[in-house]
């Protein structure tokens, strides 16, 4: 393992974004001799597995059990990818990098059909056999999870098992499996017993999708904080499982179904204690449908309310126009005015049959209140060849945008994607219109639209499409895609769409490999009867006003008002700043980081401890701070200076921040002092310079700044 973590820190050095792969966290956990090591591994970048709720809530829960260590491991990108088949290092785990070869369970988090190569990378890379049945009493357990498995046929031949249903009661079931048997084929048969996995080897091939029906007792975590921030990068938390809803593309509406409602006291309770002090600046409250939550006002408002006095704000990403509220827009607005965001789908007319009767004149309507409120930003997602699609639809969509013009925003953005039929869904046996049709409504959409619009590559749909719906032979087609160097499909601009599609087979449409896998809790003729209301355009009832009769046993609770106590905190006399000049080193795992990066993590770490630390006023509050002199990633410093304001005395001289970030001295200060050089050291020699720049090599690996020179 040493030999693996010297040659792969070498290669570290030779690299774009380093600091992706060896940096400093806060949060993550080492254990001391755990009986059962679990690689839980992502199949994309650190910055994307980091944004994923699931993923960290699979850590965290994992880790939650005695004995138990779960590891992470991420994709490395091209260029890393490069140097680790040439130096023959293997994927490694991000806490202490062993190679992933080493661990008895290796589980994937698969969020997209568009990571199944990604999973064969992940396999290859780690010196894996890439079917199980080409697989030995030495090899790794591998498991699948995730809603890109709703349909388990594209990687039956691959995984040993397939988990179908909720991560918070399968993983720690396949867990304890691994703690009480020690041999692959023992701990396989143990695993074909639980409801919910389907085992390849042992052809178990059906299972029930098992859901966790009660949140009331939901797993509640701090995630870890990077410092190599993640794309979302925020303190999230889910608040909804499923959707009330029912809109008749979705599939993840369908897939989590029954609609289960968080305990939003026991979250509110939670995000009060963690969140100030967490190190995150925004607090993310995940769901499908977060304005149909009940009690969702009150909840927001008194959360607002108490954040807002340590500078974090929160964001709900998922808005439903017809069930958002005026009091909701008013207090968003609080917190931000930047964006708005709206997925109307296509026209007010087929709107019904695809089960989502929002009307123009409520969009109108919400989108006036909310300029008269202060936002500046709108963006609109729509779908182009759904189902029962006019000509008349795609005018529609235009007459809508022109009066969203009239409004005044000073930005409207529009994302127009293209519709992809899925299992689980009323039109998973839908036939896609073909790719010239949605060139076309795509050239006609931009000819009309006197605005900027994005639209997806229409060949990027047919590939998810196939992927969706392929049938079990699809996986010798997805290693032959990978063999022809076909991963990180889900980068729009990495696909090679025209090979794919040709390697790739059509699905076959009515055939339903999913249904031969999975023993759904949704009736078969629930998705029948729902095309056949489409039709007619009939509308399908929503969860929380009624019941579609789409499953048995649903026994949801609709509509539980609750009220939240406003926590109050003692008013703290206000105090004048006081800067004081902080020397911290920048080496080892630090020296990875870019300096914005590595300002921020100090910064997060600071506000973590609960340090008085002051914030700038305004829209966008952040640390008062400010450093000379940054230095480019991969060079050590045994002395960085950087200044803070406080609102109070602090005593930190002497703390680790993270691995390679310590502060060494701390002094008050008056004002900065006049810069006059810096000490470096270069193979052994000491020089003078005013950068590191007036030293011109590339080498900076072997570049060490020791001091600032100052008046």
Same mark, same amino acid.
């Given at each position: 393992?040493?030999?693996?973590?010297?040659?792969?820190?070498?290669?570290?050095?030779?690299?774009?974004?380093?600091?992706?792969?060896?940096?400093?966290?806060?949060?993550?956990?080492?254990?001391?001799?755990?009986?059962?090591?679990?690689?839980?591994?992502?199949?994309?970048?650190?910055?994307?597995?980091?944004?994923?709720?699931?993923?960290?809530?699979?850590?965290?829960?994992?880790?939650?059990?005695?004995?138990?260590?779960?590891?992470?491991?991420?994709?490395?990108?091209?260029?890393?990818?490069?140097?680790?088949?040439?130096?023959?290092?293997?994927?490694?785990?991000?806490?202490?990098?062993?190679?992933?070869?080493?661990?008895?369970?290796?589980?994937?988090?698969?969020?997209?059909?568009?990571?199944?190569?990604?999973?064969?990378?992940?396999?290859?890379?780690?010196?894996?056999?890439?079917?199980?049945?080409?697989?030995?009493?030495?090899?790794?357990?591998?498991?699948?999870?995730?809603?890109?498995?709703?349909?388990?046929?594209?990687?039956?031949?691959?995984?040993?098992?397939?988990?179908?249903?909720?991560?918070?009661?399968?993983?720690?079931?396949?867990?304890?499996?691994?703690?009480?048997?020690?041999?692959?084929?023992?701990?396989?048969?143990?695993?074909?017993?639980?409801?919910?996995?389907?085992?390849?080897?042992?052809?178990?091939?059906?299972?029930?999708?098992?859901?966790?029906?009660?949140?009331?007792?939901?797993?509640?975590?701090?995630?870890?904080?990077?410092?190599?921030?993640?794309?979302?990068?925020?303190?999230?938390?889910?608040?909804?499982?499923?959707?009330?809803?029912?809109?008749?593309?979705?599939?993840?509406?369908?897939?989590?179904?029954?609609?289960?409602?968080?305990?939003?006291?026991?979250?509110?309770?939670?995000?009060?204690?963690?969140?100030?002090?967490?190190?995150?600046?925004?607090?993310?409250?995940?769901?499908?449908?977060?304005?149909?939550?009940?009690?969702?006002?009150?909840?927001?408002?008194?959360?607002?309310?108490?954040?807002?006095?340590?500078?974090?704000?929160?964001?709900?990403?998922?808005?439903?126009?017809?069930?958002?509220?005026?009091?909701?827009?008013?207090?968003?607005?609080?917190?931000?005015?930047?964006?708005?965001?709206?997925?109307?789908?296509?026209?007010?007319?087929?709107?019904?049959?695809?089960?989502?009767?929002?009307?123009?004149?409520?969009?109108?309507?919400?989108?006036?209140?909310?300029?008269?409120?202060?936002?500046?930003?709108?963006?609109?997602?729509?779908?182009?060849?759904?189902?029962?699609?006019?000509?008349?639809?795609?005018?529609?969509?235009?007459?809508?945008?022109?009066?969203?013009?009239?409004?005044?925003?000073?930005?409207?953005?529009?994302?127009?994607?293209?519709?992809?039929?899925?299992?689980?869904?009323?039109?998973?046996?839908?036939?896609?219109?073909?790719? !010239?049709?949605?060139?076309? #409504?795509?050239?006609?959409?931009? %000819? &009309?639209?006197? *605005?900027?619009? $994005? +639209?997806?590559?229409? /060949?990027?749909?047919?590939?998810?499409?196939?992927?969706?719906?392929?049938?079990?032979?699809?996986?010798?087609?997805?290693?032959?895609?990978?063999?022809?160097?076909?991963?990180?499909?889900?980068?729009?601009?990495?696909?090679?769409?025209?090979?794919?599609?040709?390697?790739?087979?059509?699905?076959?449409?009515?055939?339903?490999?999913?249904?031969?896998?999975?023993?759904?809790?949704?009736?078969?003729?629930?998705?029948?009867?729902?095309?056949?209301?489409?039709?007619?355009?009939?509308?399908?009832?929503?969860?929380?006003?009624?019941?579609?009769?789409?499953?048995?046993?649903?026994?949801?609770?609709?509509?539980?008002?609750? !009220?939240?106590?406003?926590? #109050?905190?003692?008013?703290?006399? %206000? &105090?004048?700043? *006081?800067?004081? $000049? +902080?020397?911290?080193? /920048?080496?080892?795992?630090?020296?990875?980081?870019?300096?914005?990066?590595?300002?921020?993590?100090?910064?997060?770490?600071?506000?973590?401890?609960?340090?008085?630390?002051?914030?700038?006023?305004?829209?966008?509050?952040?640390?008062?701070?400010?450093?000379?002199?940054?230095?480019?990633?991969?060079?050590?410093?045994?002395?960085?200076?950087?200044?803070?304001?406080?609102?109070?005395?602090?005593?930190?001289?002497?703390?680790?921040?993270?691995?390679?970030?310590?502060?060494?001295?701390?002094?008050?200060?008056?004002?900065?002092?006049?810069?006059?050089?810096?000490?470096?050291?270069?193979?052994?020699?000491?020089?003078?310079?005013?950068?590191?720049?007036?030293?011109?090599?590339?080498?900076?690996?072997?570049?060490?700044?020791?001091?600032?020179?100052?008046?």
């Amino acid at each position: 393992m040493e030999m693996y973590r010297e040659k792969y820190f070498e290669i570290l050095k030779d690299i774009s974004q380093p600091q992706r792969y060896y940096s400093p966290e806060k949060g993550f956990i080492i254990k001391e001799k755990p009986l059962v090591n679990v690689l839980l591994t992502f199949p994309d970048l650190y910055e994307i597995g980091m944004a994923h709720y699931g993923f960290q809530l699979l850590y965290f829960l994992g880790n939650s059990i005695h004995n138990i260590q779960v590891e992470r491991a991420f994709l490395p990108w091209f260029d890393l990818k490069e140097k680790m088949l040439h130096n023959s290092i293997p994927l490694l785990s991000n806490e202490t990098q062993k190679p992933a070869l080493s661990f008895p369970l290796i589980c994937f988090t698969i969020p997209t059909p568009m990571h199944f190569t990604n999973v064969i990378y992940a396999l290859e890379l780690s010196k894996i056999p890439l079917k199980w049945e080409q697989r030995s009493d030495k090899d790794p357990i591998i498991v699948g999870g995730g809603m890109a498995l709703s349909n388990p046929a594209p990687l039956f031949d691959i995984f040993d098992v397939i988990a179908i249903g909720d991560g918070e009661i399968l993983f720690p079931k396949i867990l304890e499996v691994f703690k009480e048997k020690e041999k692959r084929i023992e701990r396989l048969e143990e695993l074909s017993k639980i409801e919910g996995l389907i085992v390849p080897p042992l052809k178990k091939e059906k299972t029930k999708r098992v859901i966790l029906r009660d949140l009331k007792e939901q797993f509640l975590f701090k995630p870890i904080v990077p410092s190599f921030p993640s794309v979302h990068n925020r303190f999230t938390i889910e608040i909804m499982k499923g959707c009330p809803w029912g809109c008749r593309f979705c599939q993840a509406g369908f897939w989590y179904r029954p609609y289960r409602e968080s305990n939003l006291e026991e979250i509110y309770k939670f995000l009060i204690k963690n969140a100030p002090f967490s190190g995150f600046t925004e607090v993310g409250l995940l769901s499908l449908s977060s304005s149909d939550l009940s009690s969702i006002f009150p909840f927001c408002k008194n959360l607002i309310e108490y954040l807002k006095k340590y500078n974090i704000s929160i964001s709900m990403p998922s808005l439903r126009i017809d069930s958002l509220s005026f009091p909701l827009i008013e207090i968003l607005q609080k917190i931000r005015k930047s964006s708005l965001t709206f997925a109307p789908e296509t026209s007010e007319p087929l709107r019904k049959k695809i089960n989502k009767p929002i009307k123009d004149e409520e969009i109108l309507k919400v989108l006036i209140k909310a300029k008269n409120l202060g936002w500046k930003n709108v963006k609109f997602y729509f779908m182009l060849g759904l189902p029962f699609e006019e000509e008349k639809d795609l005018k529609e969509i235009i007459y809508l945008i022109e009066e969203v013009k009239k409004i005044g925003f000073p930005s409207i953005s529009l994302n127009i994607s293209n519709f992809v039929p899925k299992p689980w869904t009323p039109f998973q046996n839908y036939k896609m219109i073909s790719l !010239s049709e949605l060139y076309e #409504k795509q050239n006609f959409l931009k %000819k &009309k639209l006197k *605005i900027k619009a $994005k +639209f997806t590559n229409p /060949k990027i749909s047919f590939i998810e499409e196939r992927l969706s719906r392929g049938g079990r032979g699809l996986s010798d087609f997805l290693i032959e895609l990978y063999k022809k160097g076909h991963f990180f499909d889900c980068w729009d601009e990495y696909v090679k769409v025209d090979e794919y599609l040709s390697i790739l087979p059509e699905s076959k449409i009515c055939e339903n490999p999913w249904e031969h896998f999975i023993d759904f809790d949704i009736n078969k003729d629930f998705f029948e009867r729902e095309f056949e209301r489409a039709k007619e355009g009939i509308i399908t009832v929503s969860c929380q006003k009624g019941c579609a009769n789409c499953m048995e046993n649903c026994k949801i609770e609709r509509k539980r008002e609750v !009220s939240f106590e406003l926590f #109050k905190e003692e008013n703290k006399e %206000k &105090k004048e700043r *006081i800067t004081y $000049k +902080f020397y911290i080193t /920048k080496i080892g795992k630090a020296k990875f980081l870019s300096y914005t990066n590595y300002l921020n993590f100090i910064s997060s770490y600071l506000i973590s401890k609960k340090y008085p630390i002051s914030f700038s006023s305004g829209y966008n509050p952040h640390p008062i701070m400010s450093a000379e002199n940054s230095l480019p990633v991969g060079v050590e410093s045994l002395e960085e200076i950087i200044y803070f304001n406080f609102f109070d005395q602090i005593s930190i001289e002497g703390e680790e921040i993270s691995e390679g970030i310590m502060v060494v001295k701390v002094e008050k200060v008056e004002k900065k002092d006049k810069f006059k050089g810096i000490l470096f050291e270069y193979k052994n020699k000491k020089m003078i310079l005013k950068s590191h720049k007036d030293l011109k090599i590339k080498d900076y690996f072997n570049l060490k700044k020791i001091k600032n020179l100052i008046w």
